[in-house]
């Protein structure tokens, strides 16, 4: 079973640029949910995706925008990007927008100077 | 508003008993989640509790009560490798969205 998958892991972009991160959920799963973690903080619910439509959405401005494949991929975009932005970016997936528990992966670490 | 509250950072003693606490005011509850966070990981699922009372699985045991909006982990025989951050997460009823607590640095000391 292949656990849930992000690209890149790393990524460092500078202030107004814009930026793409990557996820492939668990074997099975329907459901991505994405979240932004601040260091020394939770992570904040921006939001999920179920059979490729938006199926929720946190306190995010517009910039923050996603897909989801008929694969259950999954892609985070965020637009003329703000150096508040630098978070470590976690995509999980569950079996459905239901399912219990999320499966995380591990992550991209953005950095915006 | 919308709050969860969790000690920053514990120290425990390698072997002994560790209990981490996480208060909780939301619009809406479904059930409450723990999980595990090393740096620089993925957060791990621990456990996941719905009704009051004491759930234990293994070292690990999760505790709930709904009226007070309380939980609490307790670690049992604390090991080195249980150095990690714990995330306290409520589940809103309206749209199974969850709701972070800051997390708790638990520093295992030998």
């Known amino acids: 079973e292949t656990g849930v998958t992000q690209s890149p892991t790393h990524l460092i972009k500078t202030r107004g640029q814009q930026v793409t991160l990557r996820c492939s959920s668990q074997?099975?799963?329907?459901?991505v949910s994405w979240y932004q973690q601040a260091l020394g903080q939770g992570p904040q619910f921006i939001f999920q995706?179920?059979?490729?439509?938006?199926?929720g959405r946190g306190n995010f401005p517009p910039r923050f925008s996603g897909l989801q494949f008929p694969n259950y991929s999954s892609e985070l975009n965020v637009n003329a990007l703000e150096l508040d932005d630098s978070a470590l970016y976690l995509c999980?997936?569950?079996?459905?927008?239901?399912?219990?528990?999320?499966?995380f992966g591990n992550g991209t670490r953005l950095t915006v100077t | 508003g919308q709050n969860i509250d969790q000690p920053t950072e514990m120290t425990a003693t390698e072997g002994a008993i560790v209990q981490i606490n996480c208060t909780y005011q939301?619009?809406?509850?479904?059930?409450l989640f723990w999980y595990q966070q090393h740096a620089g990981e993925a957060p791990t699922f621990l456990s996941y509790?719905?009704l009051d009372g004491l759930e234990e699985k293994g070292r690990f045991s999760s505790f709930l009560s709904r009226s007070k909006g309380y939980s609490y982990l307790l670690l049992k025989e604390l090991q080195m490798k249980d150095s990690a951050s714990y995330l306290c997460?409520?589940?809103?009823?309206?749209?199974?969205?969850?709701?972070w607590g800051a997390g708790t640095k638990l520093i295992i000391k030998p």
């Open positions: 999980a997936s569950s079996l459905s927008r239901t399912g219990r528990p999320l499966h």
């Open positions: 074997s099975g799963h329907n459901t």
């Open positions: 995706y179920y059979r490729e439509e938006e199926n």
């Open positions: 939301t619009s809406g509850f479904n059930g």
């Open positions: 509790n719905v």
């Open positions: 997460a409520v589940e809103k009823d309206s749209n199974y969205q969850l709701i």
